[in-house]
């Protein structure tokens, strides 16, 4: 293979990596409204060594047969080995995601390879964005076979993924665990290879959650269930067929659970529209009686903002007061929030109080009292959030006392936005300290009443971003924060487990409000919503501040 053949394969090589540094469900077929076509796609073959070819040219070759090894379990790849690492070598223990590489011989027995790292997926498909000029070397042992040619002695496992391959070679996927009370469905990304998607996923399940989320869900998995056989079969009508066991252990389960978190992992896989899960093999005895949990974003509801001290919604070309909601004037009221229901509305007033709003010919009543109050966010158990500046997240709920949620990963660090998503299990916070902006997703351990104690370990999201000023939830795993990634501060999608993509900049802007369609405020007043790739203001409103959906 030529040189400049083998460079311009390399813009899409996937390289080895050195030692890290681092939903209604029913019985048996669930079927999908939508039809996915999966045409499928080739492969270009890998090729094996060459002869002659010296050090830089093995490694090169090495990582262009690893970049099209998944479907042929990396067989041509393992030719460019030598000795044990043949077979020792675990190309999916893990995944950098790669930009343009730099090559460098550091001996006549060593290639080097410059890696700038966009992220990291570990082999169980945790992605990690990677901050802005991230950067590492992998460093590659060289010896001459029985026959004269170079091969490589020394291959670390794992793999690292120029972006366009890794784009055409992973997908994402949302693993289904269940809420501590078993209400709602919990999703948990993974990024998975392409190939064999439906049993990643299924293997992914049965593993059960990462440790950040492991004290806050619970799993009607039952410890020791296998797949059998090994792969699952999406058939040509797109049914997966789920064969688990042992059997007496899958039937003695809490079967409408079970069949909830298999049919939400897997029925909108592409390629997926149904599922039939079966204990004892494909053969075995049909499961059937999945629970009907509550998932996804939060229902279509209109957005509410403040207007002149007043509540108002938006209503048609315009906007209308709040049913039922009293007087706001002389109260200093900001950043109004709420649950789904309406039940619970709050705002913070003059900076220093967290508070109900007048509602039903009722005066508010204040939750809890602190220094610089973040805007609230309201938790399906009725509590909502903020953060002071001496005590760090506090939670107040009418008729009970404030708590303070131990967080210890928010030591020296002050928060700056909070916003609990729909599901009440997991939190997004932005804080800044002396390492500066950090974007960060915990689980939310509550007690037997549905108050939260403590956020456990968490995972960095948003990476790429060098500030953050707030954040609320888009969907189930995505969050929309206003932050700062080149040039002034924009929009940016963040996936809790995922790439940073920035929307285009709003001049002005100042704040945000999520849903599947997201809205922003700008100084003057003027409510913009994003539509069509682009900001577009929304007509007869005027003048109004702080938007605000659920949550």
Not at 164 to 180: G, N, T
Not at 264 to 271: E, M, W
Not at 516 to 544: F, H, I, K, M, N
Request: some cysteine.
């Amino acid at each position: 293979m030529s040189a400049r053949v083998r460079g311009a394969a390399l813009a899409l090589v996937v390289l080895l990596l050195a030692a890290c540094t681092s939903m209604p469900t029913s019985g048996p077929v669930v079927r999908s409204d939508v039809v996915v076509s999966d045409e499928g796609r080739a492969d270009p073959l890998p090729e094996g060594p060459q002869a002659g070819a010296g050090p830089v040219d093995i490694v090169q070759s090495f990582l262009i047969a690893g970049a099209n090894g998944f479907q042929g379990e990396f067989v041509t790849a393992r030719e460019y080995l030598a000795g044990d690492a043949r077979q020792s070598w675990k190309p999916l223990a893990g995944v950098v995601v790669a930009g343009a590489l730099t090559y460098s011989t550091t001996s006549k027995t060593q290639v080097t390879v410059d890696v700038p790292v966009l992220a990291r997926v570990d082999g169980d498909g945790r992605y990690t964005e990677a901050p802005p000029d991230a950067r590492e070397s992998v460093t590659y042992d060289l010896v001459r076979n029985s026959e004269g040619e170079w091969r490589i002695s020394g291959v670390p496992d794992g793999l690292v993924l120029a972006k366009p391959v890794f784009d055409a070679r992973f997908r994402s996927a949302s693993i289904y665990f269940l809420s501590a009370d078993e209400t709602f469905l919990v999703p948990e990304t993974r990024w998975l290879p392409e190939d064999k998607l439906p049993t990643h996923v299924m293997k992914a399940l049965l593993a059960g959650p990462s440790p950040w989320l492991r004290d806050a869900v619970v799993t009607a998995i039952p410890d020791g269930t296998q797949l059998k056989p090994e792969a699952i079969v999406v058939t040509g009508a797109g049914v997966a067929e789920v064969g688990v066991e042992p059997a007496a252990t899958v039937l003695a389960a809490q079967r409408k659970l079970f069949l909830a978190q298999i049919n939400a992992s897997l029925r909108l896989l592409p390629g997926v529209g149904s599922v039939q899960v079966t204990a004892g093999g494909v053969n075995g005895v049909i499961l059937e009686g999945a629970a009907t949990l509550d998932q996804g974003p939060m229902p279509d509801v209109p957005i509410e903002m403040l207007q002149a001290g007043k509540l108002v919604a938006l209503a048609g070309n315009g906007v209308k007061p709040v049913d039922g909601i009293g007087s706001l004037e002389g109260l200093g009221i900001r950043y109004p929030a709420r649950d789904e229901d309406g039940d619970v509305r709050v705002g913070v007033s003059g900076g220093s109080s967290l508070v109900t709003l007048p509602s039903g010919g009722k005066a508010g009543t204040t939750l809890l009292t602190g220094s610089d109050l973040v805007a609230p966010s309201v938790d399906r158990f009725g509590w909502a959030w903020t953060a002071t500046t001496a005590d760090g997240l506090v939670a107040g709920r009418t008729g009970a006392k404030p708590v303070s949620i131990t967080a210890d990963f928010l030591q020296g660090r002050q928060v700056r936005s909070v916003r609990v998503a729909r599901d009440g299990t997991r939190v997004a916070v932005i804080s800044s300290g002396a390492d500066g902006v950090a974007v960060d997703v915990g689980a939310v351990v509550r007690d037997a009443n549905g108050a939260p104690q403590q956020i456990g370990e968490v995972i960095r999201a948003g990476s790429l971003l060098t500030d953050a000023t707030s954040l609320v939830w888009k969907d189930e795993s995505t969050l929309a924060v206003i932050g700062r990634s080149a040039g002034t501060l924009a929009v940016h999608l963040v996936p809790v487990s995922g790439p940073t993509v920035a929307l285009p900049e709003v001049a002005d802007l100042d704040a945000l409000a999520g849903g599947s369609v997201p809205y922003v405020t700008t100084t003057d007043g003027t409510l913009r919503r994003y539509t069509a790739s682009s900001w577009a203001a929304v007509p007869g409103v005027e003048g109004v501040m702080d938007p605000s959906f659920p949550g």
